[in-house]
């Protein structure tokens, strides 16, 4: 049975990679989607009723949805062609001001729940196989007021890029995706709580676009994809400038 696995699948950008991933990969028997909102994940399956869609309701920040999915996974067998790690959560403001409880959630939805659902997953993953981690322009450089959200980040992108090269051999790809601002439910909340910066004011990117080329990237063998132009320019800039001058730019 070929399947596609997609967390943080119930809104935004996992909502859009759902929906190209049906358009786009015809080949495959079932989708799997993965988040905490089993109601939003019911209601995806009926938007697409001909489409044989499984939803898994788990929270990925809690170890005991990993023991459940590596039971199913290993009940099931799945040949397992594509992977789209996209489950997280951002919050802003300072770091000290911040609850810590929030914070370490974060950290193991972002870093810990990235890392631990690829590991799952990859037994079931063979040769022309693909995954996709979310990552975040906000990986380039460290974000002031953002600083847990923009370090897990970090780690998502230095890991991608690490098993990439460790996975080569059995010619399995990963690749890093790292958007910029897009309409999303944490920009949403961000705006309603009038927490607005130069951040705001940078381009917004259409999040269908965005998954339909990430999942091209992916499957031609990227290593990191950046889209749009203003996002690449930064992402070229980030490695050219030191970073005390371009952290006070990335505060958010």
């Given at each position: 049975m070929r399947i596609a696995v997609v967390t943080g699948a119930s809104s935004g950008l996992g909502k859009e990679f759902v929906g190209e991933i049906i358009e786009k990969c015809r080949e495959l028997d079932e989708i799997w989607l993965i988040a905490r909102r089993k109601e939003k994940l019911e209601k995806i399956r009926q938007k697409y009723p001909k489409e044989k869609i499984r939803p898994v309701p788990m929270d990925?920040?809690?170890?005991e949805s990993f023991v459940e999915l590596e039971k199913v996974l290993d009940e099931n067998k799945p040949d397992i062609r594509i992977?789209?790690?996209n489950a997280g959560v951002g919050t802003r403001g300072k770091f000290e001001e911040k609850d810590l409880e929030n914070q370490i959630n974060m950290?193991?939805?972002?870093?810990?729940?990235?890392?631990?659902?690829?590991?799952i997953c990859l037994p079931y993953m063979k040769k022309g196989s693909f995954i996709v981690e979310t990552c975040s322009v906000s990986s380039f450089v460290p974000n002031p007021n953002m600083a847990v959200y923009s370090g897990t980040?970090?780690?998502?992108?230095?890991?991608?890029?690490?098993?990439?090269e460790e996975l080569k051999p059995r010619g399995i790809n990963v690749c890093a995706l790292c958007p910029?601002?897009?309409?999303?439910?944490?920009?949403?909340?961000?705006e309603a709580?009038?927490?607005?910066s130069i951040v705001n004011k940078l381009p917004y990117l259409d999040m269908k676009?965005?998954?339909?080329?990430?999942?091209?990237?992916?499957q031609k063998g990227k290593a990191v994809y950046t889209p749009g132009a203003f996002y690449k320019f930064y992402r070229v800039v980030s490695k050219l400038l030191p970073h005390n001058l371009m952290v006070p730019f990335a505060k958010v």
């Open positions: 990925l920040g809690k170890e992977l789209v790690s950290i193991n939805l972002n870093s810990k729940g990235c890392a631990v659902i690829t590991k980040k970090a780690f998502v992108l230095y890991f991608s890029r690490a098993i990439r910029g601002n897009m309409v999303s439910e944490m920009a949403i909340l961000s709580q009038g927490k607005k676009n965005v998954a339909r080329d990430a999942l091209n990237a992916a």
